[in-house]
T-cell receptor
Framework: AQTVTQSQPEMSVQEAETVTLSCTYDTSESDYYLFWYKQPPSRQMILVIRQEAYKQQNATENRFSVNFQKAAKSFSLKISDSQLGDAAMYFCAYRTKKSSGDKLTFGTGTRLAVRP | DSGVTQTPKHLITATGQRVTLRCSPRSGDLSVYWYQQSLDQGLQFLIQYYNGEERAKGNILERFSAQQFPDLHSELNLSSLELGDSALYFC????????????FGDGTRLSIL
């Protein structure tokens, strides 16, 4: 079974600075998807960014980018020019490509605080 | 707005009772997923339906059941409720194939008194 580990329960960043959230995962599969979801205090789950494992190029969405290291099974999220609205819980998630079920397996989350 | 609609937003009930949570997926999405978010268990997958059929089952208790109807909306039934069932229950939907991600509803917060 796949597992996802987020070793940083809490992180803090100064507004306008850059912060990196860590995520590692364990799988025996060679092709899969990885995601970062954001959960603000409103409790919504908002997709931030996604990565397909067979693509070597790191995904980027505006101020958000990932560092995907497949051999190391690492998938970190970098937030540049941090804004107050970035304060939230961030979850890393794994999804298989198998047709027998494509559930998301989540890490335990990292709570990000943004200091003004 | 994700396009996934969950009702009700909040539910308060007592131990031993039964409740039904409802989810309408995004237009065109065939897959519906249910997740439970609690303080001690984190975000856990419960069950997935694809076009009316159960596709995958996770850590879903026998007291819980779900179904997906011909119009693709889904219901999660929770019975013989216990204090530990208090949680935020999310529904998500996706086309069911390919790279498209799951989009989440706003969740139903269930409180057991």
């Amino acid at each position: 079974a796949q597992t996802v580990t987020q070793s940083q329960p809490e992180m803090s960043v100064q507004e306008a600075e850059t912060v990196t959230l860590s995520c590692t995962y364990d799988t025996s599969e060679s092709d899969y998807y990885l995601f970062w979801y954001k959960q603000p205090p409103s409790r919504q789950m908002i997709l931030v960014i996604r990565q397909e494992a067979y693509k070597q190029q790191n995904a980027t969405e505006n101020r958000f980018s990932v560092n995907f290291q497949k051999a190391a099974k690492s998938f970190s999220l970098k937030i540049s020019d941090s804004q107050l609205g970035d304060a939230a819980m961030y979850f890393c998630a794994y999804r298989t490509k198998k047709s027998s079920g494509d559930k998301l397996t989540f890490g335990t989350g990292t709570r990000l605080a943004v200091r003004p | 707005d994700s396009g996934v609609t969950q009702t009700p937003k909040h539910l308060i009930t007592a131990t031993g009772q039964r409740v039904t949570l409802r989810c309408s997926p995004r237009s065109g999405d065939l897959s519906v997923y249910w997740y439970q978010q609690s303080l001690d268990q984190g975000l856990q997958f419960l069950i997935q339906y694809y076009n009316g059929e159960e596709r995958a089952k996770g850590n879903i208790l026998e007291r819980f059941s779900a179904q997906q109807f011909p119009d693709l909306h889904s219901e999660l039934n929770l019975s013989s409720l216990e204090l530990g069932d208090s949680a935020l229950y999310f529904c998500a939907s996706s086309p069911g194939t390919g790279v498209q991600p799951q989009h989440f509803g706003d969740g139903t917060r269930l409180s057991i008194l």
